[in-house]
């Protein structure tokens, strides 16, 4: 069965570049047919889907982060990596990444515990 462990800083000042892997086992992220997601969740607010990472290495990302999100892989590592750059306290939320079948959209069939992350000078 797949496992995905996030990663990185729980504390980014505003204005900086949230950065956060997500570690795979139990598959590989070059898999046919699977996309390799980030998403958050804000107190009172539901998921929202950041962007995603498909088996072929393409990219996409939500409209609404207005360009702010990329997403690498590792493949020797096996893991990908989500940067979300001029960050504000309104990027606060738990950080998880997941996978699914469809290259856009939160939907998913595996994720992470997820990572609190908090942005605060």
Known sequence: QVQLQESGPGLVKPSQTLSLTCTVSGD???????YWKWLRQSPGKGEQWIGSISFRDTTYYNPSLKNR????????KNQFTLHLSEV???????????????DWGGQYAYRGQGTQVTVSS
């Open 28 to 34: 590989s992220i070059t898999t046919m047919g699977y």
């Open 69 to 76: 999100a990329s997403i690498y892989r590792d493949t020797s």
């Open 88 to 102: 504000t306290p309104e990027d606060t939320a738990v950080y998880f990444c997941a996978r699914g079948v469809a």
